[in-house]
């Protein structure tokens, strides 16, 4: 597609379970970044991968996020025994370089935890 | 710690009238500054960017303006236009670290008819 393609677009969960959410990010773009918006505050990094390059996981908040890039493909960011501060929207962005000025964003997952 | 600050978090503005969104900040080394402009359910977009070395950019009704020091910058938009109403987000990029992007909280602008 020509855009960041994120699934789901919502998500419930219970506390305690997993969730998965998934980047399909534009073709050719190498760069792909996590972020988080949790209600009322300012978009969290999270997560940063470009290339072969070992990722930058340094806005993980806790070992219970993890995130997997094949390639300059697809990402999947899991949330394991998801608590209820975990609630927020997870954006992800992609772009050609590792630029900050060419990011284009995915709608989001807008994640519950009840 | 916030880095990037907006202060404000709404902003209602008549059409046609200028709307100024503030921004303040706290690291004199950011390299670049920029503004994401986000609708309901929908990612940011790109709007605008300024590098620190100058003090103003302007893009059609855009136009950012940089005082480094006062570690502030704002967005103008003259004239406003109902299609302007989102949420804007300022944000900038650390020393040698143009990939990363470290965001405000947003200012939420409603155009007034």
């Known amino acids: 597609g020509a855009g960041v393609s994120q699934s789901p677009s919502n998500k419930v969960t219970e506390k305690g379970k997993d969730v998965e959410l998934r980047c399909d990010p534009i073709?050719?773009?190498?760069?792909l970044y996590w972020y988080r918006q949790r209600l009322g505050q300012g978009l969290e990094f999270l997560i940063y991968f470009q290339g072969n390059s070992a990722p930058d996981k340094s806005g993980l908040p806790s070992d219970r996020f993890s995130a997997e890039r094949t390639g300059e493909s697809v990402s999947t960011l899991t949330i394991q025994r998801t608590q209820q501060e975990d609630s927020a929207v997870y954006l992800c962005a992609s772009s050609l370089v590792g630029g900050s000025l060419g990011y284009t964003f995915g709608s989001g997952t807008r994640l519950t935890v009840v | 710690d916030q880095q990037v600050k907006q202060n404000s978090p709404s902003l209602s503005v008549q059409e046609g009238r200028i709307s100024i969104l503030n921004c303040d900040y706290t690291?004199?080394?950011?390299?670049?500054f920029l503004w994401y402009k986000k609708y309901p359910a929908e990612g940011p977009t790109f709007l605008i960017s300024i590098s620190s070395i100058k003090d103003k950019n302007e893009d059609g009704r855009f136009t950012v303006f940089l005082n480094k020091s006062a570690k502030h910058l704002s967005l103008h938009i003259v004239p406003s236009q109902p299609g302007d109403s989102a949420v804007y987000f300022c944000?900038?990029?650390?020393?040698?670290?143009?990939?990363?992007?470290?965001f405000g909280k947003g200012t939420r602008l409603h155009i007034l008819p």
């Open positions: 944000a900038a990029t650390p020393p040698g670290r143009d990939d990363k992007i470290i």
């Open positions: 690291n004199s080394m950011f390299d670049y």
């Open positions: 073709s050719g773009h190498t760069a």
